[in-house]
């Protein structure tokens, strides 16, 4: 079974504070996505990252896919208010050659402070 | 503009009671998803469908169940509603399985069952 581990679990910061949050796993995923839920709304795709060692960033936020494609890290510079909410990975699976459903982490909840 | 509904997006109800949740995307997806959530926690799939006429059970047991006749339709049943039962609900759309563009999440539907 497939699993992917988030840390921290809860997370509450100041304004203007940086932070990283994990995602990791035992298996190699053919994609790693992030979502941000805000309360009382669905979860929102930020980013698809799919090579190994992959970078992309928006705007404050910095996604890194590990090399071996088994963990991803999200960085956020300087967290605002509207950061708040929980963040979700999520990775894409193959069984027997064929595509699978994603996998979800069971996600880090956020709260910056002003 | 969301592409995909849910219906209601608040329900109390009684126990015992027999409730169906809507959801319908306008994106033409073939795949779709329902998903339990307890507030700020992670997701459990419970069924999914892979196209008209095809639904399947998910990792988490669930009472409920699915139909699949036209695409854009993936309501969710209810026989008879318990406390148990109250939760948020997602449900979700992906082009092909969403390793790339991910799934796209309604705004959930929050069941509390008295």
């Known amino acids: 079974t497939q699993l992917l581990e988030q840390s921290p679990q809860f997370l509450s910061i100041q304004e203007g504070e940086n932070l990283t949050v994990y995602c990791n796993s035992s298996?190699?995923?053919?994609?790693l996505q992030w979502y941000r839920q805000e309360p009382g709304e669905g979860p929102v795709l930020l980013v698809t990252?799919?090579?190994?060692?992959e970078v992309k960033k928006l705007k404050r936020l910095t996604f890194q896919f590990g090399d071996a494609r088994k963990d991803s890290s999200l960085h956020i510079t300087a967290a605002q208010p509207g950061d708040t909410g929980l963040y979700l990975c999520?990775?894409?699976?193959?069984?027997?050659?064929?595509?699978?459903?994603?996998?979800f982490g069971k996600g880090t909840k956020l709260s910056v402070k002003p | 503009e969301a592409d995909i509904y849910q219906t209601p997006r608040y329900l109390v109800i009684g126990t015992g009671k027999k409730i169906t949740l809507e959801c319908s995307q306008t994106?033409?997806?073939?795949?779709m998803y329902w998903y339990q959530q307890d507030p700020g926690m992670e997701l459990h799939l419970i069924h999914y469908?892979?196209?008209?006429?095809?639904?399947e059970k998910g990792d988490l047991s669930s009472e409920s169940t699915v139909s699949r006749i036209r695409t854009e339709h993936f309501p969710l049943t209810l026989e008879s509603a318990r406390p148990s039962h109250t939760s948020q609900y997602l449900c979700?759309?992906?082009?092909?399985?969403?390793?790339?563009?991910?799934?796209?999440f309604g705004s959930g539907t929050r069941l509390t069952v008295v």
């Open positions: 979700a759309s992906s082009e092909g399985f969403g390793q790339i563009d991910g799934y796209t």
């Open positions: 469908s892979y196209g008209v006429n095809s639904t």
């Open positions: 999520a990775g894409g699976t193959y069984y027997g050659g064929s595509q699978g459903n994603l996998i």
């Open positions: 994106m033409g997806h073939d795949k």
């Open positions: 990252v799919v090579t190994g060692g």
């Open positions: 298996s190699v995923f053919s994609s």
